[in-house]
């Protein structure tokens, strides 16, 4: 153990000796909490006593809550960046922010989440933040983009603010900074960890994106030109609309399934379900249609080119990709997937009315997109990270292979640019690295996907350990007993030809 170690340990020690009234009066005092300059106000300050929930344990904590810039914007309509700061008794030194999802306008319990292999930040004894990002209301409700200020706040400012303000507020509480500092995020959360290595690149010292939204225009349009394909082949509704969701009956979507499993399954060394090796995965759907009378064991060629499109992302009139394809995986065909189905499954938009068209203007939408500020606001494509990586910064991606919102292709192409832009694999590998994620939806889920794994224990170990990650462990929620190492691309979990195949011990690393 390292001297710091031990006088985080002793600072935890004592700090946790206090008794329960001086720790509720310490807490207490947190409500004359102010910061030089900023409009800030602390709504609620509140000792929490440790609480077992399941498997997981939060600890004694301190919560925090407070506003920034509370003001009246457009429309009469209140506004403030709204945050919370759990701060443990039990103090490991570090802080962590957590990113939001969707539109955000919630303050989330700050835990720590993501990435965390069922063990939340909070549990390990992280200091942590969260926000709402500058407005309030339902996950989805985009109405406060009409408020200048809200859409920065949104889309950068506040994560940017709340980071720092926290800082102070750790400071202030335990009387000495954090050592290091964390970033986890996936989807709405995966950008904004994406925005703290682009815009506030000394920030923090480990940075978790997961699936990030990092370019919601495209892979929007991506997600509709897929129902515009399946619409095509679709049965109409009795007003005569075509209905996506039953484009492939349950019987000709596990032949895809069977056929797809068949080309690439054992390309790791193994038949288990999943496909760990999508590199070298070739699969041709054309090749399932029917050579004879339709059946649930064959496609009509107009299915497999429907789904062929569908796949390969929607073009501009000159061959452009506007958008990356989306990989051949085995979550592709799944039902629901906590509330979102799979991309050959499509589910109702959690945005706007249904999509009932069979045809798509891509040079129109696609320029639409590109011209409209407030679209592209918050994107999170700049590939110079040269300032967050000299200051030691470490970065890792994750993503899963079956998410039907954001393509893992994409964050994989986003990765490939900014490896080549900062000076290629060898350079960058010391300091930021992607895994991809077999059979997993959106942030998780997914039928025997390997959705439980800690990458947050993996950047530990890379920022205070020069520890580089090459695999972590993960298992099945859905699939209990097995595991399998997740390795980083371009290498790829491959069966080592001996030993219980449910174990992630018989695995290699393989490119």
Not at 461 to 488: D, F, H, I, M, Y
Request: hydrophobic share 40%.
């Amino acid at each position: 153990m390292s001297n710091n170690s031990y006088r985080v340990l002793a600072f935890s020690l004592v700090f946790a000796s206090a008794s329960l009234a001086q720790r509720a009066e310490s807490c207490a005092a947190m409500k004359r909490f102010s910061a030089p300059g900023l409009a800030l106000e602390i709504t609620k300050t509140e000792w929490k006593a440790a609480v077992d929930s399941g498997p997981i344990r939060l600890p004694a904590h301190c919560r925090v809550d407070g506003i920034l810039d509370r003001r009246t914007g457009v429309a009469g309509k209140p506004y403030g960046i709204q945050f919370a700061v759990a701060l443990p008794d039990e103090w490991n030194g570090s802080f962590l922010m957590q990113g939001g999802g969707g539109l955000n306008g919630t303050v989330s319990p700050p835990v720590g989440p993501v990435a965390a292999g069922g063990r939340p930040a909070l549990s390990r004894g992280f200091a942590v933040a969260s926000t709402d990002t500058g407005h309030q209301g339902r996950v989805f409700d985009g109405s406060f983009l009409a408020d200048q200020q809200a859409a920065l706040d949104f889309a950068y400012v506040a994560i940017g603010r709340v980071a720092q303000l926290a800082k102070q507020i750790v400071v202030s509480y335990y009387s000495k900074p954090a050592n290091h500092s964390y970033f986890t995020g996936c989807s709405t959360g995966g950008r904004e960890a994406m925005i703290m290595t682009q815009r506030y690149p000394s920030y923090f010292d480990g940075v978790i994106s997961g699936a990030p939204a990092m370019r919601t225009g495209y892979s929007n349009l991506a997600d509709r030109w897929m129902v515009t394909m399946l619409n095509r082949v679709a049965p109409k509704d009795p007003e005569g609309k075509p209905q996506a969701a039953k484009a492939l009956t349950a019987g000709e979507k596990k032949t895809i399934m069977d056929a797809l499993l068949e080309a690439c399954d054992a390309n790791d060394g193994l038949r288990d379900g999943a496909i760990w090796n999508p590199r070298d995965c070739r699969f041709d759907v054309k090749t399932l249609v029917c050579k004879a009378a339709k059946s649930d064991s064959c496609l009509t060629a107009e299915q497999a080119a429907a789904i062929e499109q569908g796949l390969a992302g929607p073009r501009t009139s000159r061959g452009a990709a506007v958008y990356s394809p989306f990989p051949w995986d085995t979550g592709l065909t799944a039902g629901g997937q906590g509330a979102i189905p799979g991309l050959l499954n499509p589910g109702p938009s959690p945005v706007g009315p249904p999509q009932t068209a069979t045809e798509m203007d891509v040079d129109a939408a696609a320029a639409g997109i590109a011209g409209d500020p407030q679209v592209r606001l918050t994107d999170s494509t700049w590939i110079n990270l040269s300032s967050f990586s000299a200051h030691g910064g470490k970065l890792l991606f994750f993503h899963g292979m079956s998410d039907p919102w954001f393509s893992a292709l994409d964050t994989l192409d986003y990765y490939q640019r900014m490896t080549k832009s900062n000076g290629g694999l060898e350079t960058v590998s010391p300091w930021s690295r992607i895994f991809l994620v077999p059979s997993m939806g959106h942030c998780g889920g997914g039928e025997g996907a390997m959705d439980n794994f800690d990458l947050l224990s993996a950047m530990v170990a890379w920022v205070e350990r020069n520890q580089a990650p090459e695999s972590v462990v993960a298992t099945s929620r859905s699939k209990p007993g097995r595991s399998r190492p997740l390795c980083a691309y371009p290498k790829h979990a491959h069966y080592a030809g001996n030993g219980d195949p449910e174990k992630a011990e018989n695995f290699v690393c393989r490119e």
